[in-house]
């Protein structure tokens, strides 16, 4: 069964870090692409963090760059997005994805552009 299953969301204080995690199951991530969305209440699902399968191309969104980092260790079947200096904004459930594709160096932005979806993980900052 094919299965993404994300780890690491929780409340954390303005400021604070949390690493999230995407493991997945009854598939090789080696050859997907990988995206990290995120959807807060009564808004839009956003893409936040891309990665592509060979790992050399990144795809952040203007709201995160420099504070997420995205990353992935094929060899674990993971994918990890590293979120520093968080900010209330970034109040949302995240969620990752994977895409299939025949480009190592392409990364895929859009939710429609991905197959398989993890259930998400809430992260919530406040004070």
């Known amino acids: 069964q094919v299965q993404l299953v994300e780890s690491g969301g929780g409340l954390v204080q303005p400021g604070g870090s949390l690493r999230l995690s995407c493991a997945a199951s ?14 807060a209440p009564g808004k839009e699902r956003e893409g936040v963090s891309c990665i592509s399968s060979s790992g050399s191309t990144t795809y952040s969104a203007d709201s995160v760059k420099g504070r997420f980092t995205i990353s992935r260790d094929n060899a674990k ?47 919530t900052v406040s004070s």
Not at 26 to 39: D, V
């Open 26 to 39: 009854g598939f090789t991530l080696e050859y997907y692409a990988i995206g990290w969305f995120r959807q």
């Open 77 to 123: 079947n993971t994918v990890y997005l590293q979120m520093n200096s968080l900010k209330p904004e970034d109040t949302a459930v995240y969620y990752c994805a994977a895409a299939s594709t025949g480009i190592p160096t392409m990364v895929k932005t859009h939710p429609y552009e991905y197959g398989y979806w993890g259930q998400g993980t809430q992260v």
